[in-house]
């Protein structure tokens, strides 16, 4: 009896620090264990668990340390490492590594001819392999001066935007000769540019007028850009197709277009001329020099009401006299039969966006395609798709013979690709080459113009 109750009064007492002693144990292996790694030495270049923290990045499974180490070659000395690279073979010289692109999902630039809407992004397809045509008379230009970005800062200073619900153009009490001025916003920048000095600008019947400061001549911006691109000379063609390679033709303002239109008519090309004359006013139709240089191009035509008709939106839009342009419009006004009392009190003239584009007739199919593929273009979550898309309406325009529709297309195409990343200056050049074979086939002399783009466009 004794011997029993002397064993249950120490037994938990011995119980008790056996417990402690095993915890202490375990808590003594658990330290070890974290201290070591879990498989003793220094963690391998190859543990996942070696590197930082990381956020959003997927690893493959982790291999157990047993196999890790059946791979592991033993250490060698130098000399045994020595050895083994003189015995081994010629190893050959590394390759670059080929850029993978993820497959589109269909290829080829056209509509398939089943259904031309089922594969809207499809990819356009890389140029034919070899080394790169490079043209004969390359772009030279440098110089950075009155490039995009600052032709649409001169025109924010010297003009105002149209707004979108505009019914009416009064500046100064003054209303300007235009009808359906609604019709301006579809353009990319209508902007009404002003002479230096405060006036007042209204938009709307009824409205509170809007004051408005032009702090700087336009006149004599202008004519400084007129002497550097040597408009009245020998013009420097160059320096106009590298800005325009440097925007993947992609312009904001009217004022480069209107240039590079002189350029051609220096060089007796009258229908390129016109044609570019017509694009700078898609871009802003208030733009009174290529209103009066169309004009020009027109009577030369024999056109006389057409003629008359942009002489009349020239003499509307050039407010105050803001870019100089009044004696030239009296002297083609004198040549089509116009007085200068006419041209002060001129008939109310359409302002009509859609005129400058070639008005070709489209079947009703046409019109089916343009208005599906254009809809989905809008829609389309990437940039590039959106690109491609548009593309594809050009090549069709391009290969049904209707040159300008396809060119008005392809610039919407680069509008879009200029925003779609780092493979932008590619897909820029691929249209670029599409613009340039367009051309060619409808016998327009742009075609060497977007040659020398396509070699040109870089980052």
Sequence with gaps: MRLVWHWLTVSPGILLISSAACVF???ALSLAFVLLGGRGGQPSDSDPLAAGPTTGVEFAPAESAGDEELRKPPPQTPREAARVEA?????????PAAKTVPPAPTAGIRPPPTDPVRSPAAKIPAPPSGPRKVSPRELTGISRRYDDMECSRIQQRHGRRVPPAATILEVDGKRLAVAGVGNLQASPCPYLFLPRGEHIIRWREGERAIDVSIAEDLGATYADMRTFFAVAGNIRSDELFSRGARTMDVHRTPFLLNFTGAAYAARNEWQAAERRFRRALRVNPLFSPAHLNLAHCLAKRGQKDEALRELYLAQAFNVGDVFGLQPGIVQLGREVGVTPSQLEQPPAVDCRVDVYVA???????????????TAASKYAVREEDCGKILNNLAVHFADTGRPELALDHFRSALEAFKLAGPDRFELARRVLSQMAATCRRAGYVEADEYTQMQNAVMP
Excluded: F, G, Y
């Excluded at 008005?359 to 593929?373: C, M, V």
């Design 359 to 373: 008005s070709e007739p489209l079947r009703e199919e046409d019109r089916r395609l343009s208005a599906i593929l």
């Design 25 to 27: 144990v375990l808590l």
């Design 87 to 95: 015995a081994s073979p010629e190893k050959p010289l590394p390759t």
